[in-house]
């Protein structure tokens, strides 16, 4: 169940999208401090820094994000805890115990259902095996199920879930061990309340060998669930739909990527149109590189040779996935230096990988978890733990990565008047917002009718000189205009 860079030791709401062609990266925003020592530490050496157990989440609700990890601090092991953010990145309140029940709870992973976060994790309290529990937070960070909620108890290990919303209930996935004799796929319903709607569990593989690490997305009608796949003797990338009323519509699975050697760690999101699956792969013999293929609704793989995101040298693993309601963002861990860094790129819905160099996001990180989450319109939180390399600690931080936002103009005073942008985008008049890509700066220019004078500008410019706004977030802008008085 490694989702850590592959390296091997022989012979791993939406607005319409403005054009593909881009030349710069997203604004990216300075490193924002989340919590002290989330994995790994001198006095915390059970786990190393690099261990699958130790994992981040992002996801967005009403309020902002909500990021999960796991804390090694606990009195009896690794606990869940939880911090909000801002809509704009901005910590809200202290990091919070989602859950710190006996044993172990550790890969923690994040959905909302417009009313509260469903946080679920593996959990060691029973003793011998791992489980499955979760736990919902309200928005404003009340957690309601302090004793957590058993999600999957079944004989032997049920590990690494994940999940998602549908509009009516959570899908939780997980692998689980309960033939005693290879790892398979299992997910059962919750519903808003915490009520497990499929006690258990949904067989969603059961197919030779081992089925692990796997990731969930829906798309508005269906789940996809995407996992890695012993089957044919090496890791490969297979994927099945399952309906909300719990129904497996593709029992054999959907191979998406069987390359040589393996694809491992898989990742999903939906970008509105398909679902778009990344993952570590060893193809090319030497180290993981990160390739995505895209899924239809309908279950049809597009890129059946993959989309090569990144494949420079060193290793690059452990993809996580945002959709900002435009692009596909792609994050992964990056090796090419050491210590590793975090770095992204971007795809749009034609599957076109807009940053083929890549761009960086942070560096220091070394194998230190990471995970990213959107907003679905134009931002998104990249959490990542930064190595100490004296200590072995790892402290979690994030950044805001604002891809595209929305300049709105209004219009004041008794005079008139039209305002237009260059670029083009603002014609008010008739279009009084539009959509930039971040970060661009976008300069306003008002245009008085012959009756009126401009009075100048507020919001986010002053005066009555010439207005420029970088978009590196939402902006707003107000042109005054008067009336012209003429002396009779």
Request: glycine share 12%.
């Amino acid at each position: 169940m490694l989702r850590r860079l592959a390296v091997m030791t022989s012979f791993v709401l939406l607005f319409a999208c403005k054009p593909s062609a881009r030349s710069k990266p997203p604004a990216i925003s300075p490193e924002i401090a989340v919590s002290a020592v989330v994995v790994g530490s001198a006095t915390s050496t059970d786990q190393p820094v690099e261990s699958d157990a130790h994992e981040v989440a992002v996801g967005f609700g009403r309020s902002g994000y909500l990021v999960v990890w796991t804390w090694p601090g606990g009195v009896t092991g690794d606990d869940i805890y939880g911090a909000r953010m801002s809509a704009s990145g901005e910590p809200i309140g202290s990091p919070f115990p989602i859950s710190t029940a006996a044993g172990e709870q550790q890969t923690p992973a994040v959905a909302f259902d417009g009313e509260n976060w469903l946080v679920v994790f593996q959990d060691h309290r029973a003793g011998q095996y791992l489980n499955v529990y979760g736990a919902r937070v309200r928005a404003d960070g009340t957690v309601l199920d302090p004793d957590g909620i058993p999600i999957a108890t079944q004989v032997d290990h049920q590990a690494r879930p994940a999940v998602a919303f549908d509009g009516t209930n959570f899908l939780v996935v997980w692998a689980d061990h309960r033939s005693g004799r290879q790892w398979d796929v299992y997910g059962s319903r919750v519903a808003r309340d915490g009520t497990v709607l499929d006690a258990d569990g949904i067989a969603i593989s059961t197919a030779a060998s081992h089925q692990l690490d796997p990731a969930v997305a829906f798309d508005g009608t269906n789940y996809l669930v995407v996992w890695q796949d012993l089957r044919s003797g090496e890791y490969d990338i297979y994927c099945a739909r399952l309906s909300p009323a719990g129904l497996v519509l593709d029992a054999d699975g959907i191979a998406v990527s069987t390359a040589i050697h393996d694809q491992s760690a898989p990742a999903v999101v939906f970008d509105g149109t398909n679902h778009v699956i990344a993952w570590q792969d060893l193809r090319g013999g030497i180290a993981s590189d990160i390739l995505a293929a895209r899924v239809s609704p309908d279950g049809v793989v597009l890129d059946g040779s993959g989309i090569p995101v990144a494949a420079a040298d060193g290793a690059q693993g452990a993809p996580a996935l945002a959709f900002d309601g435009a692009y596909t963002l792609v994050l992964w861990t990056d090796a090419a230096a050491l210590p590793a860094s975090v770095r992204g790129a971007r795809l749009d819905s034609a599957g076109t990988v807009l940053d083929p160099a890549g761009f960086a996001v942070a560096d220091g990180t070394g194998s230190a978890p990471m995970a990213a989450g959107s907003d679905g319109a134009g931002r998104a939180i990249a959490a990542y733990g930064v190595v100490d390399v004296a200590t072995g600690a790892a402290q979690l931080r994030a950044r805001a990565l604002t891809d595209w936002a929305v300049l709105t103009v209004q219009k004041a005073g008794k005079g008139a008047g039209a305002v237009a942008s260059s670029p083009e985008g603002i014609d008010c008049g008739a279009a009084c917002s539009s959509r930039f890509d971040a970060p661009t700066e976008v300069s306003l220019a008002p245009t008085p009718d012959a009756d009126s004078v401009f009075g100048g500008w507020s919001g986010a410019c002053a005066g009555d000189a010439g207005c420029t706004v970088t978009i590196d977030g939402a902006k707003a802008v107000t042109a005054t205009f008067l009336p012209l008085y003429r002396l009779t």
